[in-house]
Antibody, heavy 114, light 107 residues
Framework: QLVQSGAEVKKPGASVKLSCKAS????????LHWVRQAPGEGLEWVGI????????SYAQKFKGRVTMTRDTSTSTVYMELRSLKSEDTAVYYC?????????WGQGTKVTVSS | DIQMAQSPSSLSASVGDRVSVTCRAS??????LAWYQQTPGKAPRLLLY???RLPSGVPPRFSGSGSGTEFTLTISSLQPEDYASYYC?????????FGQGTKLEIK
């Protein structure tokens, strides 16, 4: 399973670092993705991290603002999003890719408001 | 980027109805297509992968078809718990894009 960190409230311009802790599977055998969902909207792919080597790839709109890392000793993945804007208000999900995105975290709500 | 066009955006149907949702990819994605179900306040749940394969635990009333650029999700006989939003997703190449979603409502 994937267990995500708790809700965050941030001011515009701030940064947020979310976590996603994995259990029940061999961490380094998979890729993990981050997907977000703004209120009332659809699903938006943010990026991917290879849990073995740590290589990452990000959606163009987030490049320069997002960093994904992993800690293999604790089977935890982190996503940091910087220079937050009100449009970043969303629920952020981590998801394991095996046969498509087969395991999802419960989501972390991030609210950006002054 | 590969664009995914999903239709309809909303659908009203009754319990027991057969319903279908279509997803079109902007380029050939072979069978690298997944469908997800999402209920309000919950994370998406994988319904189908490789266009037509059911993960363990998904009821057989859900089925998928297609390859290349056109795909269909079919629910053979709607149950009350099926009222939800449905999303297609291509995982042929990054960014792994989603369709806009289909909201299935009770008629």
């Amino acid at each position: 399973q994937l267990v995500q960190s708790g809700a965050e409230v941030k001011k515009p311009g701030a940064s947020v670092k979310l976590s996603c802790k994995a259990s029940g599977f061999t961490f380094t055998k998979y890729y993990l993705h981050w997907v977000r969902q703004a209120p009332g909207e659809g699903l938006e792919w943010v990026g991917i991290i290879n849990l073995s080597g740590g290589a990452t790839s990000y959606a163009q709109k987030f490049k320069g603002r997002v960093t994904m890392t992993r800690d293999t000793s604790t089977s935890t993945v982190y996503m940091e999003l910087r220079s937050l804007k009100s449009e970043d208000t969303a629920v952020y999900y981590c998801a394991r890719k095996s046969n498509a995105f087969d395991i999802w975290g419960q989501g972390t709500k991030v609210t950006v408001s002054s | 980027d590969i664009q995914m066009a999903q239709s309809p955006s909303s659908l009203s149907a009754s319990v027991g109805d057969r319903v279908s949702v279509t997803c079109r990819a902007s380029q050939d994605i072979s069978n690298s297509l997944a469908w997800y179900q999402q209920t309000p306040g919950k994370a998406p749940r994988l319904l189908l992968y490789a266009a037509s394969r059911l993960p363990s635990g998904v009821p057989p009333r859900f089925s998928g078809s297609g390859s290349g650029t056109e795909f269909t999700l079919t629910i053979s006989s709607l149950q009350p718990e099926d009222y939800a939003s449905y999303y297609c997703q291509q995982y042929y190449s990054t960014p792994e894009t989603f369709g806009q979603g289909t909201k299935l409502e009770i008629k």
